[in-house]
T-cell receptor
Framework: GENVEQHPSTLSVQEGDSAVIKCTYSDSASNYFPWYKQELGKGPQLIIDIRSNVGEKKDQRIAVTLNKTAKHFSLHITETQPEDSAVYFCAADPDRGSTLGRLYFGRGTQLTVWP | KAGVTQTPRYLIKTRGQQVTLSCSPI?????VSWYQQTPGQGLQFLFE???????NKGNFPGRFSGRQFSNSRSEMNVSTLELGDSALYLC??????????????FGPGTRLTVT
């Protein structure tokens, strides 16, 4: 099955700096890669996603890049704010373009933004 | 639009008992996926239902089962509870149709503690 690895496990940055989280996946058939933010006591919140026909996608301060050849994708957060502090998860969907509701998740990155 | 709701939010059970968790998806969503989240194993896919049919199942023992009703609401059941079943159980809903509609939205989860 699909194996998703995520680094780093913890990340501390100063407010206003950028944060980068990287993930690799093993199944070359995966073609949908969402990112989730989970705050304490809450369920994961979808913040951005990318499909394999796109190399980069931006949404305000958040961007995601995908390199299908190398099988890795990254989350970039610019101008970080204290409210960005949370656990971030990457995920991959191995079901070859169908939507069968199965995601494989990385182990998460605890991001802390210091004021 | 209301989000994904899960009930109950917290449960304490004893080893050997069984438990039923409930999930109501976003209106119009026909796919419901269940995940188990633990500090040791992270987020792991349990199973997914679409139009009352299980389409996908993760690598969990038969003690874990689920079902979906005609209104897309879903329940999962765990029988003969073990201490290791203590976890946050998350439900996610999506439209469940072909590629392009695979975004999954999570509920707040049910925190199950087995003593």
């Amino acid at each position: 099955g699909e194996n998703v690895e995520q680094h780093p496990s913890t990340l501390s940055v100063q407010e206003g700096d950028s944060a980068v989280i990287k993930c690799t996946y093993s199944d070359s058939a995966s073609n949908y890669f969402p990112w989730y933010k989970q705050e304490l006591g809450k369920g994961p919140q979808l913040i951005i996603d990318i499909r394999s026909n796109v190399g980069e996608k931006k949404d305000q301060r958040i961007a995601v890049t995908l390199n299908k050849t190398a099988k890795h994708f990254s989350l970039h957060i610019t101008e970080t704010q204290p409210e960005d502090s949370a656990v971030y998860f990457c995920a991959a969907d191995p079901d070859r373009g169908s939507t069968l509701g199965r995601l494989y998740f990385g182990r998460g990155t605890q991001l802390t933004v210091w004021p | 639009k209301a989000g994904v709701t899960q009930t109950p939010r917290y449960l304490i059970k004893t080893r050997g008992q069984q438990v039923t968790l409930s999930c109501s998806p976003i209106s119009g969503h026909r796919s419901v996926s269940w995940y188990q989240q633990t500090p040791g194993q992270g987020l792991q896919f349990l199973f997914e239902y679409f139009s009352e049919t299980q389409r996908n199942k993760g690598n969990f023992p038969g003690r874990f089962s689920g079902r979906q009703f005609s209104n897309s609401r879903s329940e999962m059941n765990v029988s003969t509870l073990e201490l290791g079943d203590s976890a946050l159980y998350l439900c996610a809903s999506s439209r469940g149709q072909l590629a392009g509609n695979g975004e999954q939205y999570f509920g707040p989860g049910t925190r199950l503690t087995v003593t």
